[in-house]
């Protein structure tokens, strides 16, 4: 097999990778499967997870619940010191091997490897002492159908992390799908990829709940290619609900958050789109972002996660979904100003406005579409 594999360098971490998965576009499955474009993707990983263990009391313990080579898993054992303990697990015995290597190649010792279904294997971990202070479920496509599983094998205080890649069904090309997976739909909106996030997010908690622990996001992350959340699993306290909907009207560009479903423009009395149920509380902790800047100099990143930390930091407390100068400019049949032009001028007029880090030509803002249109 050896033959087949490459050494490359990710992060600190000396990986062997399938010599084919670094040259073709979409990495092959066969032997194991490796995406080194996910390498942004594992970056982050490795900032919120030594982040979180920093004030984590109780057994540092990460489940790798689909860990292919191990590229994440073996990362972390390498170079989160604060790890204790990581359980590195897929269905195929091929990307074992190769992670088995990769463990000796770094001379990681404190790596347990098995070759189990990933409900399977989560489940092996719910009992109380044997959940993961952080466990991470990275399928291929989307991650519900492991949430229930991996809910119940995160520790109480505990973070999920989960990645989605069926980027059509959560942008709106198939509802039905997109329902029966997560519980909601989407609308086709320039903001999908929030919706995106939040109707992961939405489906995260809904299962939280019927397992009677709550979730708190603590960091997402996103790119063309994947949707990332980090949340806690907290114990249930109060029945405060953050589900709701997101009113998007294409008549006039209108878009916000309702509780409950009404269908009338409150700007211009159209006939408005609905997305959800979905996640409508924050997205971001703003302290766990900056501490995740603090420790980001820690470790050997993409130098791209500075700024997109610093985006989320700033974006925390603002309202939800965004506006891209693309249809601000499409509406005013104008060819675009500048973000960093069209982010001033709101704030000029005594709005709040931030670039977001879900979209680089895009900003949030507090003031309504007729505002921003009558402000530009
Ligand atoms: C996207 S890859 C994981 C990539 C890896 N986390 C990384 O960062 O490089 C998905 C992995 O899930 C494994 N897999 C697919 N279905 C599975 C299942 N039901 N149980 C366990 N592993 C599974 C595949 O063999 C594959 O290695
Ligand atoms: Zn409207």
Not at 237 to 264: A, F, P, Q
């Amino acid at each position: 097999m050896e033959s087949t594999l490459v050494e490359i360098m990710e992060g600190r971490t000396r990986l062997l990778v399938p010599k084919q998965s670094m040259v073709s576009k979409a990495p092959p499955k066969e032997p194991a499967f490796f995406n080194p474009r996910a390498r942004i993707n594992r970056d982050f990983s490795i900032i919120a997870y030594s982040t979180f263990l920093q004030k984590f009391k109780g057994p540092k313990i990460f489940l790798d619940s689909l860990s292919g080579i191990g590229a994440r898993s073996i990362r972390v054992a390498n170079e989160v010191h604060a790890v204790e303990k990581v359980f590195v697990n897929d269905v195929n015995p091929k990307a074992l091997e190769i992670a088995q290597e990769i463990a000796k190649l770094n001379n990681v010792t404190n790596c347990v490897f098995s070759e189990n279904e990933a409900c399977r294997f989560l489940s092996l971990h719910s009992k109380r002492d044997q959940r993961g202070a952080i466990v991470d479920v990275d399928p291929f496509g989307s991650p519900s159908k492991y949430i229930d599983c991996a809910i119940r094998a995160t520790f109480h205080g505990g973070l999920l992390s989960t990645t989605a890649t069926d980027l059509t069904v959560l942008h709106g090309l198939f509802p039905t799908a997109c329902k029966r997976k997560y519980y909601g739909v989407p609308v086709r909106a320039e903001y999908g990829d929030e919706i995106a996030l939040r109707l992961i997010l939405g489906c995260t908690n809904l299962v939280a709940g019927r397992l009677d622990v709550k979730i708190a996001p603590l960091f997402v992350q996103n790119n063309m290619h994947y949707y990332k959340t980090y949340v806690k699993v907290l114990v249930r306290t109060g029945d405060e609900e953050e589900m709701g909907y997101i009113l998007n009207c294409k008549n006039c560009g209108n878009r916000h958050v309702i509780k409950e479903i009404t269908r009338e423009c409150e700007v211009c009395k159209s006939k408005a789109g609905i997305a959800g149920p979905l996640w409508i509380g924050r997205l971001y902790d703003k302290e766990f972002v900056e501490d995740m800047i603090a420790n980001k100099e820690k470790f050997e990143v993409d130098k791209s996660c500075k700024k997109i930390l610093e985006k989320c930091k700033n974006e925390a407390d603002m309202p939800p979904t965004y506006f891209t100068i693309d249809e601000i400019a499409h509406m005013k049949k104008c060819p675009p100003i500048s973000l960093a032009k069209t982010i001033s001028k709101i704030q000029n007029a005594g709005f709040r406005a931030t670039p977001t880090s879900l979209n680089p030509a895009a900003f949030k803002t507090d003031a309504r579409i007729d505002e921003i249109l009558s402000i530009i």
